[in-house]
């Protein structure tokens, strides 16, 4: 029983320090924004909101790549792979003198970190199922959620010591270990008589597949507005905390506490998931998500930015829903497609993330004087998200569709 748990929590640990990557390469970049943008010379300061949403379509796109590949020639050879592209795409970030080199390393990183994000998530689906999955992967998130609490401090510090191109050395650093983790210790998850015979119609079929599950395609399309808004804060938080505030010094740690927030949540969650259900918990969280705008809005619309404590309450809110969201979406959207878990994650990733990129590169370009538009934005997202799942009951209701767990 103790080397159950041992090997489980050993689980847990190495998948989520496989998502950490992406994390890492995302927010330990944050504080050097402003330098990076002074080296390869970007004249608008929102361009550099660009070095961050960019590497999320490289994300998008990577996911179609390797989800179906995975689920024919297994997961950890994909992994691989992909983190030798993850590789060479840092190179070219540290060799960039221009902003449109740069944004091609951002999105090639994408690409290439698509592998260990989508196949950990393949892997956890491969391993658990129903409610059981959404505790595993709440916390598995608690502990993806501990990179950004340190990444933004790592990185300033970095920065301030070796220069913003050692960010992305450390980065590989993490990788190969990881990587070497991995090879280690975790044993194939997929085995070779569930493996998809790989074909060009592969993709073809698993897409055909997906679509026939209505639960995958709402809950897909709710995670890709929940996530859109969430990167629009990665993206422009440096421009409100460093430049609206004129907090250089303290935005790492403004950003590593509003990480706490969504860490408390998705901990939490792992506990009453398994009471609740995942469905009542979107619904209620989704609702929370939604409402907290509205208050920002009734109070500061037409304003300049309230004080720094006020806002950084409003953000812990926002965020503290969203932490009950993320796991719990990803979990409902993958739950019916368990026998195509590789394409299906693909597809669920590569759908929420295209989806994300937009909204959050259009609402960015608002977040210029104050944070509004970014709470705009969270409202406007909640909305949609809402619609959805009120049009999911009615589906429900019509049992066009089996029950939700």
């Known amino acids: 029983m103790v080397k159950q748990k041992l090997a489980q929590f050993e689980f847990v640990a190495l998948m989520a320090s ?123 998130v608690v502990v993806f959620i501990l990179v950004p609490v340190v990444a933004p401090a790592i990185g300033k510090i970095m920065l301030d010591l070796y220069g913003w191109e050692f960010i992305f050395y450390s980065q590989l650093i993490y990788g190969v270990f990881v990587m070497f983790w991995l090879w280690k210790r975790q044993p194939e998850t997929l085995p070779k008589e569930k493996r998809i015979k790989f074909s060009t119609h592969l993709f073809v079929d698993g897409t055909k597949e997906f679509i026939k599950h209505k639960q995958a395609i709402i809950f897909t399309l709710v995670s890709g507005l929940i996530t859109g808004s969430f990167i629009v804060y990665l993206s422009a938080s440096q421009t409100i905390f460093q430049e609206q505030y004129d907090l250089v010094d303290e935005f790492p740690f403004i950003f590593a506490g509003l990480a706490i927030t969504v860490g408390l949540a998705t901990f939490l969650n792992g506990t009453f998931v398994l009471k609740y259900g995942m469905l009542k918990l979107v619904t209620l969280f989704t609702v929370v998500f939604t409402a907290i705008p509205v208050i920002y809005m009734l109070f500061f619309y037409g304003k300049p930015n309230p004080s720094i404590t006020i806002l950084i309450l409003f953000f812990g809110m926002q965020f503290f829903a969203i932490g009950f969201l993320f796991g719990n979406l990803r979990a409902l959207a993958m739950e019916p497609i368990g026998h ?66």
Request: glycine residues 10%; hydrophobic residues 55%.
């Open 18 to 140: 496989l998502m950490s990557l992406v994390a890492l390469s995302i927010d330990a970049v944050l504080p050097a924004l402003e330098q990076i943008g002074i080296s390869i010379g970007i004249k608008q300061s929102n361009d550099t909101q660009l070095l961050i949403t960019m590497i999320f379509l490289g994300l998008g796109f990577g996911q179609l790549i390797f989800g179906p590949i995975s689920d024919s020639f297994g997961r950890k050879p994909v992994v691989y792979f992909g983190f030798g592209l993850f590789v060479i795409a840092s190179f070219i970030c540290v060799a960039a003198t221009s902003i449109e080199m740069m944004v091609f390393g951002r999105i090639l990183q994408g690409i290439g970190l698509s592998a260990p994000r989508t196949i950990s998530i393949s892997m956890v689906r491969d391993t658990f199922s129903g409610d059981y999955m959404a505790k595993i992967m709440s916390f598995i």
């Open 340 to 405: 195509i878990a590789g394409i299906g994650a693909a597809i669920n990733g590569f759908v929420s993330t295209i989806m994300a990129v937009p909204i959050a590169t259009y609402i960015g370009t608002f977040v210029i004087t104050t944070a509004l538009p970014l709470f705009i934005g969270f409202f406007v997202c909640g909305m949609f998200s809402l619609f959805a799942l009120y049009y999911l009951q009615v589906l429900q209701k019509k049992d066009v569709l089996v029950k939700v767990p």
